[in-house]
């Protein structure tokens, strides 16, 4: 009887050796059977000798999925390859919807392992400056499994909070138009000049970084190995670099208009904008006669939110001034 | 005189050897001064031998920055690492705007390169199952920097667009009731069942998976070294993974109620709530009556994108039923 037989989906990274981890590649090299998109077989030519390699085309994930379930349970060792991060828009998600259905769990003799990868955003960010910093989104603008009206209403939420956002799959030679309607999305929440940076075929050999803004994103060569990145309301674009400043240091509740973060901001200010500050700033202004109705329009929240927070108590430990919050990074 | 300095920001991803890319260690490897949080320091102990060590404690990023820029113009070359990807609440930010300050341009002697990495939410992810699969969010619930505010709204606006969420810094000594809040704007969208994982630790030593629901999730232990990721409305627990299926093929418009997405499903029905399909459905409503109000209400998208989209000329093209959209995988 053979081994048990493993499943492992690895998250290639962007696509060059020197940016896969040294588990992915192990992953690869463990492997009797690979599986994927060809472009990708081909990134790992090296790591292939003496395997079984399937190169599939442009087809669903699910047939991946179930070519690794088939070699697994012949008691095969099989690596899925995906660009990127595999949890990503990537297999995982579809490989583990087919092993359920084939009724696999957990305690089957088929292991299974996810090795984590750095995404696109993370990759495309990494040639652009530093576009993410902080809150960010990613969004497929493939509507192929998503209705259009989903799509669009999660591009004019995020607009409209200002997130950082990754365009995934931004363009293909059938969806030209679905990149215009973010663009318009985007555009009732933001800046006509917010930076805009498309880059294609990072880490690779056609790599191409451009940089625009929100206006002129449609227009752009965007295709199927773009990613395209959209600053927040800080976004700047200084010396060809795209670079999103770290919170709101230098603004009041957030009213952020671009531009550099300005020195000398005091802990003291900042703190009096966090969550505790906030709370006794809201029951001062609801002492001092002002409507739940009237606070939730002035900070734009709901009204319900403003209600029940404002009725749990608080814990009276408020954060000393200038205490150092021991926040990794 | 010296050869020219050198800062490169490093993400060392969770921090394991074995989910370090090669160029993360080579760039360690290649350095003369390695900078970082001791943390961190302490991961990549190996390959420090002869290197200039900077620990930096629990101070503001700005700090590493600027030693790492003085270095760097003593002709030295610095590793400056960040856990997970340097852009992603990270080093990249904060070091350029510290090299801006400086009046560094690109064209400056001192080279600046950002190695990407694998970031809490991907590894976390690869852990729990399959939880991202399509569109999420990362928020920071430290507000240190950001006006509560802004970070309630954008808690809000993502709960409400259904993506699933990675929450950063959701807890400390001091910041306990924002992860509170966040419970509490979540569940004004989303079922109390809804499936949220929390991960402390990822491939480290002490590495601590807990999967419970949004209505308990503030309750658990959470502290500095986790992430938490809240499912979307089709995220479902099963055999102890946290799986999120892809887009809403089985669901017309997205009204997704949870559970796994069933075979069968034909082209032809998805393409219908694509952008184009969905763009025909809107002028055919238009041509029998409806009025933009009620469409904007039925779609719940703003009035003045309907209209918007709706002046825009079709070009006439229809995506084929069935045809294969060449997107990556």
Redesign the interface.
């Known amino acids: 009887m053979s081994a048990a037989g493993k499943i492992t989906l690895v998250?290639i990274?962007?696509g060059s050796?020197?940016?896969?981890?040294?588990?992915a590649?192990?992953a690869i090299a463990e492997a009797d059977v690979v599986v994927g998109?060809v472009?990708y077989i081909k990134l790992v030519a090296d790591l292939l000798e003496g395997k079984e390699v399937v190169r599939k085309g442009?087809?669903e994930?699910l047939d991946r999925a179930v070519s690794a379930l088939e070699a697994a349970r012949e008691g095969k060792k099989v690596a899925l390859i995906?660009?990127g991060?595999?949890?990503?828009?990537?297999?995982?998600?579809?490989?583990?919807?087919v092993l359920?259905?084939a009724g696999w769990?957990?305690?089957d003799a088929v292991q299974v392992e996810?090795?984590?990868?750095?995404?696109a955003l993370?990759?495309c960010?990494?040639?652009v400056?530093?576009?993410?910093?902080?809150?960010?989104?990613?969004?497929?603008l493939?509507?192929?499994?998503?209705?259009?009206?989903?799509?669009?209403?999660?591009l004019?939420?995020?607009a409209?909070?200002?997130?950082v956002v990754a365009l995934y799959?931004p363009k293909?030679?059938?969806?030209?138009?679905?990149i215009?309607?973010a663009q318009?999305?985007f555009l009732?929440h933001r800046r006509a000049d917010t930076p805009v940076a498309i880059v294609k075929s990072a880490y690779r050999r056609r790599q191409n970084l451009v940089f625009t803004t929100l206006d002129q994103m449609s227009e752009q060569d965007i295709g199927?190995?773009s990613t395209v990145l959209i600053g927040n309301s800080s976004t700047f674009l200084?010396?060809?670099?795209m670079?999103?400043?770290?919170?709101?240091?230098n603004k009041?509740?957030?009213l952020a208009q671009g531009g550099?973060?300005r020195?000398g901001e005091k802990?003291g200010r900042?703190?009096s904008?966090?969550?505790?500050?906030?709370?006794h700033a809201l029951r001062e202004q609801v002492d001092a006669g002002r409507s739940v109705a009237e606070l939730a329009c002035e900070?734009?929240?709901?009204e319900?939110?403003i209600a029940?927070?404002l009725a749990?108590p608080m814990?009276g430990?408020v954060?000393p001034v200038g205490?150092?919050?021991?926040?990794?990074?």
């Open positions: 998250g990274g962007p050796v020197e940016h896969m981890t040294a588990r590649r192990s998109y472009t442009m087809t994930e995906s660009s991060d595999a949890g990503v828009y990537g297999m995982a998600g579809p490989t583990y919807e359920f259905q769990t957990p305690d996810i090795v984590p990868g750095a995404s993370n990759a960010a990494a040639l400056g530093a576009p993410l910093t902080h809150d960010f989104c990613a969004i497929s493939s509507d192929l499994l998503t209705p259009w009206p989903v799509i669009a209403r999660r004019d939420a995020v409209r909070a200002d997130f799959n293909s030679g059938r969806r030209t138009r679905q215009v309607e318009r999305l009732r199927m190995l200084r010396n060809g670099l670079v999103t400043p770290r919170g709101y240091a009041y509740d957030g550099e973060t020195d802990p900042s703190l904008t966090g969550l505790l500050g906030w709370l900070h734009d929240l709901p319900d939110y029940a927070t749990e814990d430990a954060e205490a150092e919050d021991a926040d990794e990074r």
